[in-house]
């Protein structure tokens, strides 16, 4: 008879929490998780579901201008915020419910409550107390505003998707991907748009052409792009709000959402009576195995840092459960993730940008292209994709692929499963296209790009 009440407790049923309980529970370990707030996490509560849900209303209103061009008699119907609002919610319950069910199907015990780690074995949720040989922390991140004149006023992302009315004035605080993509949803819904970033050009450690193109391709839809900018003061004028910005003009908003990053969520968690690490960006420090230096607690997911995306922390959380329940060898390979920014036009990328290749290699070339999409050469919209590949040299290796346009995210995700093969750009030029598609563009670069 174990010593232990559960061989894990996990804290937080997110994304990576829930799947290292499930996984560890079908090796047959005794699993407890808590949550406190929703199952699912950021991703299916306030992340990336109801995100590229809300993208998908947002992609309505820019469809029936063009569907002019194609011969439909078209016009822009009044837009519903309530009903695109309260389907979301049904959606998401209804995936709770399902993360319940998978969670009970595991045989994982779940505990709805805020746990605190109590000491090295020991959990307590509520007054009641808990132990486990392992505890694992998945409590993912979250939204930070910081502390200015009136920023009592302003919204982060967990609250934007439930606003009681429409904003038909949006201001948008940061730099990326979060702040991008709620740019061009509220946009394309019809809201006056205005984007303020403090840096010379948002979407930071992505590559910089795509950022430089993505800059142009927002401008162009309608967004009010502010960079070099910041917020100083909001103030309540009546119903709306006055926002002061520090190159001293005034916008009028009816909301003003700050995107300006996410902070690890281990408020109340009780790691000041374990040894656990946290380092300068606070974030829980782990080694190769997720253990943090109080051997029996370990951590995953957005909580350590690292691709703050929700497939990472579930390769991490199969990892977990396989190594420490499965007797199973398995380590996440961090190279060659693909990601995607849903903004309009979507952004998908996977590998090195350009700046990361020069440092890495000694020689790379390059492959460009940017056109006008078919479907816009009837629809009208101004609106260009533009596609990029580096290859190094001495091993004619693809190392990176960047897109800006329509589906980028769909065709980066079977493009990231070549470069994670090791293809080169032979394999590439070798490929028959499938036509007409914008992904063919990727097998047709022939010439590298010289600069002019």
Known sequence: MSEFDYDLF????G?????????????????AI?????????????????????????????????????GWDSHLPPFNWSTLRDNKKIEIARLNTIYDKLLEGAGAQLFTGRAAIVDAHTVAVGQQLYTAEKILIATGGWPHIPEFSGSEHAVSSNEI??????????????????????AG???????????????????????????????????????????????QAISPVGSALEVTLTDGSRLQADAVLYATGRKPHLTGLGLENVGVGISAQGTIEVDSQYR???????????VIGGMELTPVALAEGMAFA??????????????????AVFCQPNIGTVGFTEEEARAKFENIQLFKSSFRPMKHTLSGRNEKSFMKMIVETATDRVVGVHMLGPDAGEVIQG???ALRAGATKAVFDTTIGIHPTTAEEFVTMREPWTGN
């Open 292 to 302: 943090t230096s109080e051997p029996s607690i370990f951590a995953l997911g957005d």
């Open 10 to 13: 996990v804290i937080g049923a």
């Open 161 to 182: 998707f439930d606003l009681d009315t429409f904003p038909e004035r949006l201001v948008i605080v940061g730099g990326g991907y979060i702040a991008v993509e709620f």
């Open 322 to 339: 396989r190594h420490n329940f499965g007797e199973q060898e398995n380590v996440v390979d961090y190279e060659f993730i693909p990601t």
């Open 15 to 31: 994304s990576g929490g829930v799947r290292a309980a499930r996984m560890a529970a079908g090796f047959g370990a005794r699993v």
């Open 34 to 70: 808590a949550e406190d707030r929703y199952l699912g996490g950021t991703c299916v509560n306030v992340g990336c579901v109801p995100k590229k849900l809300y993208v998908y209303a947002a992609q309505y209103g820019k469809g029936f201008e063009d569907a002019r061009g194609f």
């Open 415 to 417: 493009i990231a499963i």
């Open 185 to 231: 949803i509220f946009n394309g819904l019809g809201a006056k748009t205005t984007q303020l970033y403090r840096g010379p050009l948002f979407l930071r450690g992505f590559d910089e052409d795509i950022r430089r193109h993505a800059a142009k391709e927002i401008s162009n839809s309608g967004v009010d792009l502010r960079f070099k900018n910041n917020v």
